[in-house]
Each structure stands twice: as structure tokens, then as C-alpha cells.
């Protein structure tokens, strides 16, 4: 049997190929550090002379992660003992190397003023000027990696106070329904239901996220608990580009389909690409979501969760109709028109000794908007629809890469918002080498053309 070799959709080896010098200059001229270098630069004449080189300094940020440097530790100690790293980052030979410190206050100031975001949409921006983002499907998933905390010991709750047997009365049942609707105004955002972040706005949703570690638990491949102390990055991939569109860091114990709408929502005020499709796992099955994606103008490919849901007779599993002796009606055609699916009758129906009684109609037209859930464009079972939702196996990998070459997994820091800087830069790197990579391929066959 021949093997057939899949192409890479993110081929880093080319970038790692390079000598450092040319690699560096690739990833950091995908970059627009104006942002970052207004936050760190001294704004004033007055006072102590700036005696370091902040520039050089955040260069040797973004180079410890492509490097794959643990830590500042070892970061300060490179810059001390290799002449040529220190001048890759952008040192002078006059200028001396910072310490420890010096790396803590300038991320300290980076992490307070939160410009790391605005840099990463600025290269989003610039590769679809490029023509290297046209995607018409974005895939959300969500990772988790863990703290530099301590899990805290949880205080031992006070037994609550035996309920009153017996039914409420009328006053009593009023007075409780007021009190519960008072407690669940008062909740934060992201404790109140996903149905309440579809009246919120979207900046609200992506500045109120909860950043303190939390103890998170999912099923492994075996079926097993896995529980971790740490964090959540959910990010909206382009499916064809492997570029990350949008990205937000929450704690760990925040369920998935709870960063959905916040991701959903910033997407049209970000950037405007020819999207159509929305694609996620069976987590993300909330019918907020659906209605959300039908708002922004995208079609849902979601994997159904029954949730011992009954049966539904006279339908098949993917809520296709099915004829008097329960074969499926196939799905023919969508109608953007009238936004109707169009099932034809089954291939068994020409054999069928019932064909001419009159039983079973040749045509079934369901409006898609009866129900969002169970009827999308394409419809469930399809083979087109099976093929949108294989493209979310692309924010799997980027979740992979993110792992594998951008230490994710390595927060040195603790507390939320130091880890949600981490966080950034990894996606910041992440999508600065893709928009290099991107433009290395695209010059190799520029030069291959012409010759």
C-alpha cells in the first residue's frame, strides 16, 4: 500500500530552518511595536536618564518564546553569555544587559496598560491585507494549562439550615422568587446563563472574563477525569489559514460554551471576512449559540448533544423526515431565498410497494429557522456538512503548536492577569510567525515563477 504524505498546514520547520539572525528579523518585522514601546518608554525629560534599552528588551520577549527559553532567568543569562544572541535582540555592545527586575517592571507596565491584544489584531489585519486570511469558516475550541499558583484550600461550608417541609404558600413562594431574581441580577457576567451574554456588549464580555486560576476537570480519551488548577485559552481559528482570529483567556473551572458569544460577538467588529460557517464540538450545543451565529450571519456546524433527549418519531438521528417504513429522506438543497432545506424521498421509495397509495410525499421543505439547533445550512448528516465540520480539526492543531512550539503549557508567573499576558504573547508569536511563514512561501514562488 502506498503512503500518502498530508500536507503540513503550518510547516514551522521552514522558519526554525533559518539561521537566528534572519528568523528574528522575519517574526519581529510581522510586528507593530509602537503600542508596546508607548507603554514602556520614558515619556518624560525629568528625572533619572533611561539608562536601559527598552526596544531591545521586548524584542528579547518575543525571541524567548520563539527560542523557547523557560524563563527571564535564563534569559538574562543567554543575553550574558552569547555576544551574538545579545545583538539579535537588538542590543548595542554599549548597552547593558537588564536584570531580572528590569524584565518584571517592564512586563508589569505591558500587563496593566493590555496593548498585547491590539498588537495581535494588528497582524491579523496586515495578513488579510496581504491576501493570507480568506476564510469562510472559524472553528472555537478551548485548552487548558496550568498555574504558577497554589491551589488554595477550600473553607469547609456551614451546613445550610433544614428547608420547611411542605409547600410554600402564596406569599411565601412570591417573596422567594423576588429574592432569587434579586441574587441572579446581582451575579457577574459570567455566572449568570449564556443566554444573558447575548444582551451584553461585546466589550463588556471580553473585559469582565474571570482570570483567577480554578481547579478545571474534563474526560480524557479513556474516559477518565483529568483535573488541573490553572487557566482556559478559547481562540477562533480561521480554518483555512491557521491563523488565530480572536483569542480570551478565562479561568479553568469557566464552561466552554461560555466564551463562545464573547468570541462571537468581537468577530464582525474586528475584522470583515467572507465567514459563513461556525464550527465546534458537541460543548459548544447551546441554543444561545445557535442564535448568536444566526446574528452575525454564520451558519452553525455543531455537533449534537441529546442530553437523554426522546426520540422524535416520523425523524431520523440528524432530524432528517422519515417515509411510513422509516427510511430517510435525503437532503437535496438549500434555499437561501426562502432559508428552507429541501428533502427529497428515499432511494427505496422506487421499490417501495406503497409508492402509489398516496402515503408518502416526494418533497419535505423544512424553514430552518424552526429550529436553530436541530436544522442547519448544510443539513445535519450531509456530506457537506461532514466535511465543514472535519475543518475543525485545525483548531486542534494550532492548539498542538501553541503547546508544542510556544510554550503555552509554561506560565512562569503567578496571578491571572500575568498569565493572561503570557497567554498573549504565545498567540502574538504564534500568528507573527505564521504571517512570516506566509511570506517566505509566497517569495519562494514569486522567485520559482519567474525563473
Request: proline letters at 5%.
Amino acid at each position: 500500500m502506498s503512503i500518502i504524505r498530508q500536507e503540513s498546514l503550518f510547516d514551522i520547520t521552514d522558519l526554525y530552518d533559518m539561521q537566528p539572525t534572519h528568523r528574528y528579523e522575519a517574526i519581529l518585522s510581522s510586528l507593530n511595536l509602537d503600542p508596546v514601546m508607548a507603554v514602556v518608554v520614558k515619556k518624560s525629560r525629568r528625572g533619572a536618564p533611561a539608562e536601559l534599552n527598552y526596544g531591545a528588551m521586548v524584542q528579547s520577549l518575543i525571541i524567548r518564546v520563539v527560542e523557547r527559553i523557560p524563563d527571564i532567568k535564563q534569559l538574562v543569562r543567554r543575553l550574558n553569555e552569547d555576544p551574538f544572541f545579545r545583538f539579535d535582540c537588538g542590543f548595542l555592545l554599549s548597552d547593558r544587559v537588564p536584570s531580572e527586575a528590569s524584565y518584571t517592571r517592564i512586563q508589569e507596565k505591558i500587563q496593566e496598560a493590555d496593548v498585547l491584544r491590539d498588537v495581535g489584531q494588528d497582524i491579523v489585519h496586515q495578513a488579510m491585507k496581504e491576501g493570507y486570511i480568506q476564510d469562510d469558516t472559524v472553528a472555537i475550541d478551548a485548552t487548558h494549562f496550568e498555574a504558577r499558583d497554589q491551589a488554595k484550600k477550600q473553607e469547609k461550608k456551614p451546613k445550610p439550615e433544614p428547608k420547611k417541609r411542605g409547600r410554600k404558600s402564596k406569599a411565601e413562594r412570591d417573596q422567594w422568587l423576588k429574592e432569587k431574581r434579586e441574587r441572579e441580577a446581582d451575579l457577574p457576567l459570567y455566572e449568570k446563563t449564556i443566554e444573558d451574554q447575548r444582551t451584553a456588549s461585546a466589550s463588556a464580555l471580553m473585559s469582565q472574563a474571570p482570570l483567577e486560576p480554578a481547579w478545571g476537570i474534563k474526560k480524557n480519551s479513556e474516559g477518565k477525569n483529568v483535573f488541573w488548577f490553572g487557566y482556559k485559552g478559547h481562540i477562533a481559528v480561521g480554518t483555512q489559514s491557521q491563523y488565530i482570529l480572536l483569542s480570551l483567556m478565562t479561568s479553568g473551572n469557566l464552561n466552554d460554551g461560555k466564551a463562545a458569544i464573547p468570541l462571537l460577538k468581537n468577530l464582525p467588529e474586528d475584522r470583515n471576512l467572507p465567514l459563513r460557517y461556525g464550527t465546534f464540538d458537541a460543548g459548544y450545543d447551546y441554543r444561545p449559540i445557535y442564535h448568536q451565529l444566526d446574528d452575525v450571519g454564520l451558519y452553525a456546524v455543531i455537533a449534537y448533544n441529546r442530553r437523554n433527549e426522546k426520540e422524535m418519531i416520523g425523524f431520523n438521528e440528524h432530524f432528517a423526515p422519515t417515509c411510513v417504513r422509516e427510511h430517510s429522506y435525503r437532503y437535496d438543497s438549500y434555499d437561501e431565498t426562502y432559508d428552507t432545506l429541501k428533502y427529497t424521498a428515499p432511494k427505496e421509495c422506487n421499490e417501495c410497494p406503497l409508492q402509489y397509495e398516496g402515503v408518502c410525499q416526494k418533497v419535505y421543505k423544512i424553514k430552518r429557522t424552526q429550529n436553530l439547533r436541530k436544522y442547519s445550512a448544510p443539513a445535519r448528516g450531509s456530506q457537506k456538512w461532514n466535511s465543514i465540520y472535519k475543518r475543525r480539526t485545525a483548531v486542534e492543531r494550532v492548539i498542538g503548536y501553541l503547546k508544542g512550539y510556544f510554550m503555552l503549557n509554561n506560565v512562569r508567573q503567578r496571578t491571572g492577569p500575568k498569565a493572561k499576558m503570557h497567554f498573549q504573547l504565545v498567540t502574538l508569536v504564534y500568528n507573527a510567525s505564521k504571517l512570516a511563514v506566509d511570506r517566505l512561501t509566497s517569495t519562494m514562488d514569486q522567485k520559482i515563477t519567474a525563473s
